[in-house]
């Protein structure tokens, strides 16, 4: 376990370069049209802006690093090589109409896994798995909504009674990671 005093070795907030929060997420794509089609996805459904900048293309012609902006977080990404396994990226998002995005990324290929549904805090819940079974949440966060982050610092006391079936949300989340796959094994 490290010391608390080695975590202020991690920036925040204005010490941290524009568009970039303390952690940021890297996406591994591989399957059809690889990272280009990825970012042009993202692009139509969340209305991502790739940052130029930072497009390198590696020796053997794969995208080997990119970076996007989604609304006030970088996505950085790559086209995974021929020989890396596979690894999927698990990605939340906040978003203003968990629906609109559903029928966006419905319209581009995506897999809907849990239809926006009411969840804790007054918020509402959505997932998708993209074309390259990346598995996107979406949280819909309004006025008078309450993420985690704003209760009380501490355990809850809630928890499902044994006996209990599983809510849909569990169930459609469970049923998805039970059968990810990559991409490529789609016949």
Same mark, same amino acid.
């Given at each position: 376990?490290?010391?608390?005093e080695d975590?202020?070795?991690v920036l925040?907030?204005q010490a941290l370069p524009?568009?970039y929060g303390s952690?940021?997420? @890297? #996406?591994? #794509?591989?399957?059809s049209?690889g990272?280009?089609?990825f970012?042009r996805f993202?692009q ?8 130029l900048?930072a497009?390198?293309i ?5 995208l080997i ?6 609304g006030d ?6 086209d995974?090589? *021929? $020989?890396w396994?596979?690894?999927p ?5 906040y978003v203003?109409?968990a ?8 319209a581009?290929a995506?897999?809907?896994i849990?239809?926006?549904?009411d @969840?804790?805090g ?9 074309p390259?079974?990346?598995?996107w949440?979406?949280?819909? $966060?309004?006025p008078t ?14 928890r499902?009674? *044994?006996?209990?079936?599983?809510s $849909?949300?569990h169930?459609?989340?469970d049923?998805?990671?039970a ?6 094994t789609?016949?």
């Open positions: 376990m490290t010391d608390v975590a202020s070795e925040t907030g524009p568009g952690v940021n997420p @890297f #996406v591994a #794509v591989r399957g049209g990272a280009p089609a970012i993202t139509a459904v969340l209305g991502a802006r790739e940052t900048a497009h390198t590696d020796a053997d012609g794969l690093h990119a970076e996007l902006c989604i977080s970088t996505v950085m990404l790559c995974a090589k *021929p $020989y396994s596979f690894t990226a698990l990605l939340q998002v203003r109409d629906a609109a995005v559903i029928e966006r990324a419905r581009n995506a897999e809907v849990t239809e926006p549904t @969840f804790h007054q918020q509402r819940l959505a997932r998708f798995q993209d390259w079974h990346n598995i949440w979406l949280f819909e $966060y309004g909504s309450a993420a985690p982050s704003q209760g009380p610092d501490e355990l809850p006391r809630w499902p009674a *044994p006996s209990a079936l599983p $849909y949300v169930r459609t989340i049923a998805a990671m059968t990810l796959r990559s991409a490529e789609d016949g």
